[in-house]
């Protein structure tokens, strides 16, 4: 079965260095998102990807952040300037496109990518 | 802003008992979907639910969608050990917005 990929598994970073997270979504998707998850904490929502821009991105999401997808496959998220805050559980995820009211929305999320900012 | 809240936060059940998760939107969704998540790992989709007072069923599992759209439940007949995980609901505020806003979670734990 198709799944999201994530690299790396682990970054370990210190505050102020900037980081590349690495997604790779399912190949038929095109619908891309960002979200995090502080340990132990509810998963939120940073940001939506659809025909190469943002279609939405939350308060979180502010000018540290940045997504690109430099290429066919890959879709990633930037991180400028690292924070002791920005220390969580990154998910990608993606889902095919949909239309209609009762059409699934089912998104499907990649192993994640532990960041820890010291 | 809107908040999703699940109660309760943790449940420890008996292997064999049921279980029940509510989540509670603060403004009306116009979907929900449930996830599970084992521990150490990643969302995984179980169910959307879209119309006012849809129930469906998933073997042991039941899921509602209260006739306000604005509450949800998960119900889990007869736990096994394999049902441990974190259980979310995640809705989204219209059809014109793709942002998930996902509750607080519930951690259900099972004893064999």
């Known amino acids: 079965e198709p799944e999201v990929t994530q690299t790396p598994s682990h970054q370990v970073t210190q505050m102020g260095q900037e980081v590349i997270l690495r997604c790779v979504p399912i190949s038929n998707h095109l619908y891309f998102y960002w979200y995090r998850q502080i340990l132990g904490q509810k998963v939120e929502f940073l940001v939506s990807?659809?025909?190469?821009?943002?279609?939405?991105k939350s308060e979180i999401f502010d000018d540290q952040f940045s997504v690109e997808r430099p290429d066919g496959s890959n879709f990633t998220l930037k991180i400028r300037s690292t924070k002791l805050e920005d220390s969580a559980m990154y998910f990608c995820?993606?889902?095919?496109?949909?239309?209609?009211?009762?059409?699934?929305?089912?998104?499907?999320f990649g192993p994640g990518t532990r960041l820890t900012v010291t | 802003g809107q908040q999703v809240m699940q109660i309760p936060q943790y449940q420890h059940v008996q292997e064999g008992e049921d279980f029940t998760t509510y989540c509670n939107s603060s403004?009306?969704?116009?979907?929900i979907q449930w996830y599970k998540q084992r521990p150490g790992g990643h969302p995984v989709f179980l169910i959307q639910l879209v119309k006012s007072g849809e129930v469906k069923k998933q073997k042991r599992l039941t899921f509602q969608f209260g006739e306000a759209k604005k509450n949800s439940s998960l119900h889990i007949t007869a736990t096994q050990t394999t049902d441990v995980g974190t259980y979310f609901c995640?809705?989204?505020?219209?059809?014109?917005?793709?942002?998930?806003?996902f509750g607080t979670g519930t951690r259900l734990q099972v004893f064999p």
């Open positions: 990807f659809y025909n190469n821009e943002i279609s939405e």
């Open positions: 995640a809705g989204r505020r219209s059809y014109n917005t793709d942002k998930l806003i």
């Open positions: 403004t009306t969704l116009s979907n």
């Open positions: 995820a993606s889902r095919v496109i949909a239309g209609g009211i009762s059409s699934s929305y089912e998104q499907y």
